[in-house]
């Protein structure tokens, strides 16, 4: 069974401060990865993928994630933080098969931006 | 724009009531999906739907239906059965191929009366 960790349920950084928000993963088979990105009362936007190849992934908004099999690990960071990055994040874990794909997300990590 | 619709935003039931949420995609994606969210829990997969006429349960599909009659619907029903309906819906969508993302629309938000 794949199941995803966000250590954190709750990340407070200042503006133009480093985020890091942290994911591990377990999984049977080889993962594919996601983090996506969710705006008060609004659905979830993808951020970024990890299915095979580079393991360093760079997604919208100046996000980018590295995948790291040794550590079962997909830690998002930005340099430098926005005020509109203020969001709740989701870690996402999937089979990577063709078809129907049933995600397993983790349990969502809010960021809080300080002026 | 291509996207995915769900209707409505805010929806509030009384108890011993079915209610339908409605989900509809112009993405031509074969694909769907529906998740509940409560707060702290990440989301968690009710039902999904690979073609027209054919859905598997998910993880918490008890005290809920879903039907899906043509590509772009598939509405979600909850059923008096379930019995903490309280929650955030979100439908999403994906096409089959490998390994594709899963796209979604901004939610339904049902409360009990």
């Known amino acids: 069974a794949q199941s995803v960790t966000q250590l954190g349920s709750h990340v407070s950084v200042s503006e133009g401060a480093l985020v890091l928000l942290r994911c591990n993963y377990s999984s049977s088979v080889p993962p594919y990865l996601f983090w996506y990105v969710q705006y008060p009362n609004q659905g979830l936007q993808l951020l970024l993928k990890y299915t095979t190849g580079a393991t360093l992934v760079k997604g919208i908004n100046g996000f980018e994630a590295e995948f790291k099999k040794s550590e079962t690990s997909f830690h998002l960071t930005k340099p430098s933080a926005h005020m509109s990055d203020a969001a709740e994040y989701f870690c996402?874990?999937?089979?990577?098969?063709?078809?129907?794909?049933?995600?397993?997300f983790g349990q969502g990590t809010r960021l809080t931006i300080n002026p | 724009d291509g996207g995915i619709t769900q209707s409505p935003k805010y929806l509030f039931r009384k108890e011993g009531q079915n209610v339908t949420l409605s989900c509809e995609q112009n993405l031509n994606h074969d694909a769907m999906y529906w998740y509940r969210q409560d707060p702290g829990q990440g989301l968690r997969l009710i039902y999904y739907?690979?073609?027209?006429?054919?859905?598997q349960k998910g993880d918490i599909a008890e005290g809920y239906s879903v039907s899906r009659e043509k590509k772009e619907s598939f509405p979600l029903t909850v059923t008096s059965a379930q019995k903490n309906p309280t929650a955030f819906y979100l439908c999403?969508?994906?096409?089959?191929?490998?390994?594709?993302?899963?796209?979604f629309g901004d939610g339904t938000r049902l409360s009990i009366l």
């Open positions: 996402a874990v999937s089979k990577g098969i063709q078809g129907a794909q049933k995600l397993v």
């Open positions: 739907s690979q073609i027209v006429n054919d859905f």
């Open positions: 999403a969508s994906s096409t089959i191929e490998f390994n594709q993302p899963q796209h």
